[in-house]
Structure formats: structure tokens, C-alpha cells
């Protein structure tokens, strides 16, 4: 069965400063992988997807940035981090094929910039 | 522009009550729509998946149907439980976007013992 973590749970981070979040999935091989945003009170805005490693497609302009250094493994990073980063971060793996896709959804991370 | 809406945003029910959330949609030109659960601080977990061709999908007490004309989902729980309280959010994902799922802000969900 496959499994997806992602660290840290919680983070505080003072405006400027860099920003690292990690996914990993197991179980699986070549899944598309996901890097979600939830703002308080609003729906799921997609940031980051990847088809396979190497290969990010940005949804949302902004100053954060995706990378797939391995097939399990995403990464979510910015370089100086905005109040307006604040929120919860969630990765998602999908297996099948597109458009017919489930998506699983990591425990999230919840990061508040201050 | 695909756009999803939720409502109510939240419903408060004694436990067990059957109760339905409500979900539409303005462009029917969807590959499938899910109903997801996210209890509070925590990722979200798959509920029902129901592809376009489909019109309803059940797991335990839950039921999802899904009229694609009308751009409506519904998702009836039935005899109501306190550990039913969670948000629920529910996602299409549109044949014009493949990897976009495009998501309503959720119906948060309290069953009162």
C-alpha cells in the first residue's frame, strides 16, 4: 500500500526568511505529485505539479518554487518567505492515469509567517 | 471558467439525523468529482470518487450522487455520529485543466452528541 508523509507538521518563520517543505510517497513509482495551499477559511488553490522527475508545471506565479529531485520526492521552497505565504500546505499523490485520477493527501504542513 | 460552490458553509445537526451537503458546479464538462474529509489541522482523506458516467457512489453510510446537467453533487450521510465532524470538500476535475482539481471552500460539519 502506498503512504505519503510530509514535514515539519508546523512551522514559524519570520518574513524573509527561506522556506523548505518535503514530500515523500511510498509504495509507488512515477506518481504525479501535487503541492496544494489552503488559506483560512478558503478552498484548496493548486501550486505545483509534477509528472515525473525533473519536470514541475507552476499553476500560481509567485515566490515560491517546486522541484522533483528524485521519483518519490517534492519539494516546496522559497527563497524569502511573505507574510502572505502564511497557511497550510498539503502534497497529494495520484497514480492512474489523466483524468481519471485519485488524489491522496499528505497530513499537511502549517506554516505561519510572521 | 470552471467554478465550484458549497453550501451551506456550515450545518450544525444532532446525532442521528440524516443530512445531506450540497455541491454545484458551473461547467459540466468534468472527468469526475470527489467528496473529501479533513478533520481540523490535518490532510484531507478520499471519501467518493464519481466519474461523469456514473450518477451516485455509496461507502457505508455515505452516498454521493452526481447530476452532471444540472452541475450538482449531494452527499447524504445517514444516522448522523459525532466522529462525522469534520469539513467536507468536494473537487471536480474539469477536462479543460487534467490536473486541476478545482475545489469548493467546504461545508464544516458539527454533530452534536
Known amino acids: 500500500s502506498q503512504t505519503i508523509h510530509q514535514w515539519p507538521a508546523t512551522l514559524v518563520q519570520p518574513v524573509g526568511s527561506p522556506l523548505s517543505l518535503e514530500c515523500t510517497v511510498e509504495?509507488?513509482?512515477?506518481?504525479?505529485l501535487y503541492w496544494y495551499r489552503q488559506a483560512a477559511g478558503r478552498g484548496l488553490q493548486l501550486l505545483f505539479y509534477s509528472v515525473g522527475i525533473g519536470q514541475i508545471s507552476s499553476e500560481v506565479p509567485q515566490n515560491l518554487s517546486a522541484s522533483r529531485p528524485q521519483d518519490r520526492q517534492f519539494i516546496l521552497s522559497s527563497k524569502k518567505l511573505l507574510l502572505s505565504d502564511s497557511g497550510f500546505y498539503l502534497c497529494a499523490y495520484g497514480l492512474a492515469g489523466v483524468g481519471q485520477e485519485t488524489q491522496y493527501f499528505g497530513p499537511g504542513t502549517r506554516l505561519l509567517v510572521l | 471558467k470552471q467554478e465550484v460552490t458549497q453550501i451551506p458553509a456550515a450545518l450544525s445537526v444532532p446525532e442521528g439525523e440524516n443530512l445531506v451537503l450540497n455541491c454545484s458546479f458551473t461547467?459540466?464538462?468534468?472527468?469526475?468529482l470527489q467528496w473529501f474529509r479533513q478533520d481540523p489541522g490535518k490532510g484531507l482523506t478520499s471519501l467518493l470518487l464519481?466519474?461523469?458516467s456514473q450518477r451516485e457512489q455509496t461507502s457505508g453510510r455515505l452516498n454521493a450522487s452526481l447530476d452532471k446537467s444540472s452541475g450538482r453533487s449531494t452527499l447524504y450521510i445517514a444516522a448522523s455520529q459525532p466522529g462525522d465532524s469534520a469539513t467536507y470538500l468536494c473537487?471536480?476535475?474539469?477536462?479543460?485543466?487534467?490536473?486541476?482539481?478545482?475545489w469548493g471552500a467546504g461545508t464544516k460539519l458539527i454533530i452534536k452528541p
Open positions: 461547467d459540466s464538462a468534468i472527468y469526475n
Open positions: 509504495g509507488t513509482s512515477n506518481p504525479n
Open positions: 473537487a471536480v476535475l474539469h477536462m479543460d485543466s487534467n490536473y486541476q482539481l478545482i
Open positions: 464519481i466519474q461523469s
